[in-house]
């Protein structure tokens, strides 16, 4: 087993689908990734993917691993530069709210590639897809190095995917049907990191494409976005806030040198439609080799019930078979607004009641605020 780099967390990945070797061979050479996105400035759309998007790049810290999925193998390409404490990715141009509200420049500009279109439009171009020609941008970035020297190694996927089959549970990487970008539990990069030890050094990983970052971009700070969970506008909006900047959650469901993933498969495999929780934190009391979580975290930007506790429940039961001798380490929390008499009365009649715990915003915004009282006095 190899040693860690810096931090002493358990490991995080970003595992992220490509679909040309022109474009992978830009990011290894460049360490650099921005996914394609529709443009929205001041207002996200009320369907828009947007705030799921951004909620992948805010689990990031510092030292995260990157892989790339293409054809059929996997490629790694390095380390997130950034913070250990929040959302570790980068503001490119004012191409988001964040990036308008922070005053971002372009730094990164992938319309004067030959595969796409410029428009007249900063920071934006035309990319073909199965829908056809669609305007497309790259509000947030992520910038990795190689400190284990692993750079370009690659590994066929069903490497790992044998190695996954051992555990008798649906993991991120092996439910990423349909999704271009999921987060990595601690086992599954360990396991693609032993894996590639033993890869040979490619040849080459350079670039001949003309397009650099052009000065140092801004990075992601709490302060670009909202300042307590009530001002969140959906529940993918809260997600991704949370992730980015976990201090908006009461101290005692803040991570405390754990690892975070996001949309973490917690239940049987399943055709559709499988049950994922919203965010797991990962501890160094790793429970099936850090392929199943220590604390798991449900969302809801409504007031809460029976059927929200039942959907907490659901999770537990399933990790009480995945993991029979340590299920009862699991902490497992439904975060809302507020909470209708039936939740509690749901919790207390449960099994499982000493290991779930409803937490309301108030609870959270007045934590927040005696924290900041603790800090200016």
């Known amino acids: 087993m190899m040693g860690r780099l810096k931090s002493q967390k358990p490991r995080s990945g970003f595992f992220i689908v490509l679909y040309d070797e022109d474009t992978l061979r830009l990011y290894l050479d460049r360490g650099i ?8 400035y001041e207002h996200i759309g009320k369907y828009s993917r947007h705030y799921a998007a951004l909620a992948d790049y805010a689990c990031g810290r510092e030292g995260t691993h990157v892989f790339f999925f293409l054809k059929r ?59 056809g020609p669609k305007e497309r941008c790259q509000p947030y970035l992520i910038r990795f190095k190689d400190e284990l020297g692993y750079k370009g190694r ?9 190695k996954l089959g051992e555990y008798g549970h649906p993991l991120p990487s092996n439910t990423i049907q349909g999704m271009s970008f999921c987060t990595l539990t601690p ?36 302060k670009f976005g909202i300042t307590k969970v009530s001002e969140a506008d959906r529940e993918s909006h809260l997600e991704a806030s949370l992730a980015g900047n976990p201090d ?14 996001r949309q973490v498969p917690v239940s049987p495999l399943k055709p559709y439609q499988m049950d994922r929780a919203d965010i797991c934190y990962y501890s160094e009391a790793s429970i099936k080799n850090g392929t199943l979580p220590n604390t798991v975290i449900e969302l809801k930007n409504k007031r809460s019930g029976k059927p929200e506790v039942r959907q907490v ?65």
């Open 33 to 40: 990734y921005g996914f394609l996105m529709n443009p929205e």
């Open 73 to 131: 193998r996997i490629h790694y390409g390095g380390q997130l530069i950034g913070s250990e404490h929040h959302g570790c990715f980068y503001l490119n141009g004012p191409l988001s709210p964040m990036g308008i509200k922070a005053d971002a420049q372009l730094y990164w500009d992938e319309s004067v590639r030959e595969r796409y279109k410029a428009t007249n439009n900063l920071g934006t171009f035309i990319v073909q897809t199965n829908e």
């Open 154 to 162: 690659n590994i066929l996927s069903d490497d790992l995917y044998f």
């Open 187 to 222: 086992g599954e990069c360990d396991i693609l990191l032993n894996l590639l030890a033993e890869a040979e050094r490619p040849e080459s990983i350079e670039s001949g494409e003309d397009i650099e970052l052009e000065t140092e971009p801004i990075h992601f700070e709490p």
């Open 248 to 261: 908006l959650f009461p101290s005692i469901m803040r991570p405390k040198g754990e690892t975070l993933c």
């Open 313 to 377: 429940i659901r999770y537990i039961e399933w990790l009480k078979r995945a993991a029979p001798s340590n299920y009862t380490d699991i902490k497992l929390y439904l975060f809302a607004p507020s909470f209708a008499s039936t939740a509690q009365e749901s919790v207390s009649s449960s099994e499982f009641r000493n290991q779930i715990e409803l937490v309301s915003f108030e609870e959270a915004e007045r934590d927040t605020k005696q924290s900041n009282l603790v800090q200016d006095f």
